[in-house]
């Protein structure tokens, strides 16, 4: 049996392969402790969604790895994410997941922070007289920037600028975005989970559309057929997988909805729609009613960002490690901010109905991600195969390598990533 | 969640009000009360034993199942729930469950649930409104999970069958991560 450490003395290179990984990859804690430091705590990680904390003042509690944060917005408007931890015996100085607030203040001795983490208040100061200064000790601040709505942190002060880091995965994220059909696009839920078995089981999961007619057979039958008709994509030839470079990739499941802008007139308008097309159609001109219900189930296709976040279709999937075979999902359902109010309630049924601990979806991802993480621990030298398709991958005219949607070219992509950054040096 | 005052609960009972430091005792030993207790606990083994089919027969055709992820919001219509089950939903639910396709289902935990502590929240001439605790205990594979909820249920009554308009489900950790299962609560 090959001992993981033992691999490890000629580098984690030697676990990945372009085709293949090891499976200890799922199942060593000391991979996973690297994991936290080389990607996690050395990259651009997203954090929060701008509708999350919508005026100044508003915060969410998130997390980076390991590392509680907290993310605000403060009066200038600007972005802030603080580690959430007291600089003098190291409480947490939030515990509320959302809401808003003038500042932080520890509940321990009441060490008063600002939006900016700035130390503003120590009671009884006579005891840190010659000792310390308020200005030398602010809650710690990470890199802060956002793109089109997301926000993304980073423990490294020099890092790339995100926009670099996001490369090519841009022009997805606007496609994304118009879904809003003229709205911004807002949170308006999340679900949240844990399953058992390790974090990138669940990055794999994003753009395997192999899994889909199999393991969501029991969902595919209880949707109305023109649902389950645009989700059968297994032989069409134009639902593929781009690598996108730095570890993103995009599965396209539902070609003709990849632009929401794009429509030549040909689709008809699902009939489970009726309703809200009937209600929409008494304000509104027929071209916008027509926007709205086409973008009703999201963009057609799953962007994958490394290493956390993915945007599906209409949610956002963001993934966090809890330990080497323990990971939390959070399912945030996506509406029109200022949208029609019929519209953002039919978005949170479609995502009721597949998201969720009791969706007729994620309990079946959830399920077949256990039994990954139990059967991995079987012969270690047994490689974990992410080779489908690599006999038809292509590199298209922007560069990315592609694929049909059903093959695992965005599983390269991830372990592509995966290798180049626990191989770095620094 | 709201507490309704003496006042209010008497309203919805349509009977006199409580005096303040009556807590409203006794009520419990009213015959419609008794029946909806029965109701219930014969709802809990019906899950406890999977028998879905049997299970939904149990509700009104205007029937609410309800597993809220906000602890406070009484709108669920406008927020994101776990569950907000109508009829055509429970349907779909049930036939997911029992027809063999989900791999969640499937291999779901067994489960055994304690439901107790229960109140009277509401009575008229044909519904009686209960609050109760559940623990739900569920093993699988080598693993124990417990669920503990707050639950309401509004029992109508057609002269002598007795079917539930509502089924409320607070989960104590709705806001919080609520693990996937193949089962219901």
């Given at each position: 049996?090959?001992?993981?450490?033992?691999?490890?003395?000629?580098?984690?290179?030697?676990?990945?392969?372009?085709?293949?990984?090891?499976?200890?990859?799922?199942?060593?804690?000391?991979?996973?402790?690297?994991?936290?430091?080389?990607?996690?705590?050395?990259?651009?990680?997203?954090?929060?969604?701008?509708?999350?904390?919508?005026?100044?003042?508003?915060?969410?509690?998130?997390?980076?790895?390991?590392?509680?944060?907290?993310?605000?917005?403060?009066?200038?408007?600007?972005?802030?994410?603080?580690?959430?931890?007291?600089?003098?015996?190291?409480?947490?100085?939030?515990?509320?997941?959302?809401?808003?607030?003038?500042?932080?203040?520890?509940?321990?001795?009441?060490?008063?922070?600002?939006?900016?983490?700035?130390?503003?208040?120590?009671?009884?100061?006579?005891?840190?007289?010659?000792?310390?200064?308020?200005?030398?000790?602010?809650?710690?601040?990470?890199?802060?920037?956002?793109?089109?709505?997301?926000?993304?942190?980073?423990?490294?002060?020099?890092?790339?600028?995100?926009?670099?880091?996001?490369?090519?995965?841009?022009?997805?994220?606007?496609?994304?975005?118009?879904?809003?059909?003229?709205?911004?696009?807002?949170?308006?839920?999340?679900?949240?989970?844990?399953?058992?078995?390790?974090?990138?089981?669940?990055?794999?999961?994003?753009?395997?559309?192999y899994h889909f007619p199999i393991v969501h057979r029991s969902w595919m039958a209880s949707v109305d057929a023109e649902t389950a008709d645009m989700l059968s994509f297994m032989t069409d030839e134009n639902a593929v997988t781009?690598?996108?470079?730095?570890?993103?990739?995009?599965?396209?499941?539902?070609?003709?909805?990849?632009?929401?802008?794009?429509?030549?007139?040909?689709?008809?308008?699902?009939?489970?729609?009726?309703?809200?097309?009937?209600?929409?159609?008494?304000?509104?001109?027929?071209?916008?009613?027509?926007?709205?219900?086409?973008?009703?189930?999201?963009?057609?296709?799953?962007?994958?960002?490394?290493?956390?976040?993915?945007?599906?279709?209409?949610?956002?999937?963001?993934?966090?490690?809890?330990?080497?075979?323990?990971?939390?999902?959070?399912?945030?359902?996506?509406?029109?901010?200022?949208?029609?109010?019929?519209?953002?309630?039919?978005?949170?049924?479609?995502?009721?109905?597949?998201?969720?601990?009791?969706?007729?979806?994620?309990?079946?991802?959830?399920?077949?991600?256990?039994?990954?993480?139990?059967?991995?621990?079987?012969?270690?030298?047994?490689?974990?195969?992410?080779?489908?398709?690599?006999?038809?991958?292509?590199?298209?005219?922007?560069?990315?390598?592609?694929?049909?949607?059903?093959?695992?070219?965005?599983?390269?992509?991830?372990?592509?990533?995966?290798?180049?950054?626990?191989?770095?040096?620094? | 969640?709201?507490?309704?005052?003496?006042?209010?609960?008497?309203?919805?009972?349509?009977?006199?009000?409580?005096?303040?430091?009556?807590?409203?005792?006794?009520?419990?030993?009213?015959?419609?009360?008794?029946?909806?207790?029965?109701?219930?606990?014969?709802?809990?083994?019906?899950?406890?034993?999977?028998?879905?089919?049997?299970?939904?027969?149990?509700?009104?055709?205007?029937?609410?199942?309800?597993?809220?992820?906000?602890?406070?919001?009484?709108?669920?219509?406008?927020?994101?729930?776990?569950?907000?089950?109508?009829?055509?939903?429970?349907?779909?639910?049930?036939?997911?469950?029992?027809?063999?396709?989900?791999?969640?289902?499937?291999?779901?935990?067994?489960?055994?649930?304690?439901?107790?502590?229960?109140?009277?929240?509401?009575?008229?001439?044909?519904?009686?409104?209960?609050?109760?605790?559940?623990?739900?205990?569920?093993?699988?594979?080598?693993?124990?999970?417990?669920?503990?909820?707050?639950?309401?249920?509004?029992?109508?009554?057609?002269?002598?069958?007795?079917?539930?308009?509502?089924?409320?489900?607070?989960?104590?950790?709705?806001?919080?991560?609520?693990?996937?299962?193949?089962?219901?609560?």
């Amino acid at each position: 049996m090959t001992s993981p450490t033992s691999e490890k003395a000629g580098g984690f290179a030697s676990l990945a392969a372009g085709d293949r990984v090891a499976a200890q990859l799922y199942t060593d804690p000391e991979i996973f402790d690297w994991e936290m430091e080389k990607i996690f705590y050395s990259t651009w990680v997203w954090v929060a969604h701008e509708s999350e904390i919508p005026e100044a003042g508003s915060f969410k509690m998130s997390h980076i790895g390991l590392q509680p944060v907290i993310v605000n917005r403060d009066r200038k408007g600007n972005f802030n994410v603080l580690l959430n931890r007291c600089r003098h015996r190291g409480a947490s100085v939030c515990e509320v997941p959302k809401g808003k607030a003038n500042g932080f203040t520890c509940p321990y001795h009441s060490w008063s922070y600002s939006l900016e983490g700035n130390l503003r208040g120590i009671p009884y100061p006579d005891g840190y007289e010659g000792v310390t200064e308020k200005r030398d000790l602010p809650l710690q601040r990470l890199r802060v920037e956002s793109y089109n709505g997301l926000i993304f942190a980073s423990f490294k002060p020099d890092i790339e600028p995100l926009e670099e880091f996001l490369g090519d995965a841009k022009i997805w994220i606007d496609r994304f975005m118009k879904q809003g059909a003229g709205f911004p696009v807002k949170v308006q839920g999340e679900h949240k989970f844990r399953f058992n078995g390790n974090w990138k089981i669940q990055l794999e999961n994003t753009t395997d559309g192999y899994h889909f007619p199999i393991v969501h057979r029991s969902w595919m039958a209880s949707v109305d057929a023109e649902t389950a008709d645009m989700l059968s994509f297994m032989t069409d030839e134009n639902a593929v997988t781009h690598a996108l470079g730095n570890g993103h990739s995009v599965a396209v499941m539902v070609p003709e909805h990849v632009d929401l802008e794009e429509d030549d007139g040909t689709e008809e308008l699902q009939e489970r729609f009726r309703h809200i097309i009937d209600e929409l159609s008494k304000t509104m001109p027929p071209e916008q009613v027509r926007r709205i219900i086409r973008s009703m189930h999201g963009a057609g296709y799953n962007l994958n960002l490394f290493p956390n976040l993915s945007l599906s279709m209409s949610f956002f999937r963001v993934l966090r490690p809890i330990s080497v075979n323990e990971t939390e999902i959070q399912h945030m359902a996506l509406g029109l901010d200022g949208g029609p109010e019929s519209v953002n309630r039919e978005r949170l049924r479609i995502h009721e109905h597949f998201q969720g601990p009791f969706g007729f979806g994620t309990s079946d991802d959830s399920e077949a991600w256990d039994r990954v993480q139990r059967g991995a621990v079987a012969n270690p030298d047994m490689p974990i195969l992410v080779n489908r398709g690599l006999g038809r991958e292509v590199t298209v005219d922007e560069g990315w390598k592609t694929s049909h949607v059903t093959d695992e070219t965005g599983m390269r992509e991830s372990y592509a990533m995966w290798k180049r950054m626990m191989s770095d040096e620094n | 969640m709201k507490t309704e005052t003496v006042e209010e609960v008497a309203a919805i009972d349509n009977r006199p009000a409580l005096q303040p430091f009556d807590l409203g005792l006794g009520r419990l030993s009213d015959p419609l009360v008794g029946r909806a207790i029965e109701l219930i606990w014969r709802e809990a083994q019906l899950l406890d034993d999977k028998d879905y089919e049997a299970w939904q027969t149990l509700y009104t055709e205007d029937g609410k199942y309800v597993i809220p992820v906000d602890p406070d919001t009484e709108d669920f219509e406008s927020s994101l729930n776990m569950v907000y089950d109508d009829a055509r939903m429970r349907h779909m639910r049930v036939t997911r469950l029992v027809q063999g396709y989900s791999m969640s289902a499937v291999a779901a935990a067994r489960t055994s649930r304690t439901i107790s502590r229960f109140t009277v929240e509401g009575i008229t001439e044909d519904t009686v409104t209960l609050r109760s605790a559940q623990v739900l205990v569920g093993f699988k594979r080598d693993r124990f999970q417990m669920l503990g909820a707050d639950l309401t249920h509004r029992i109508r009554f057609t002269g002598d069958d007795a079917r539930i308009e509502l089924k409320l489900i607070r989960l104590v950790n709705s806001d919080s991560a609520v693990n996937a299962s193949g089962f219901l609560l």
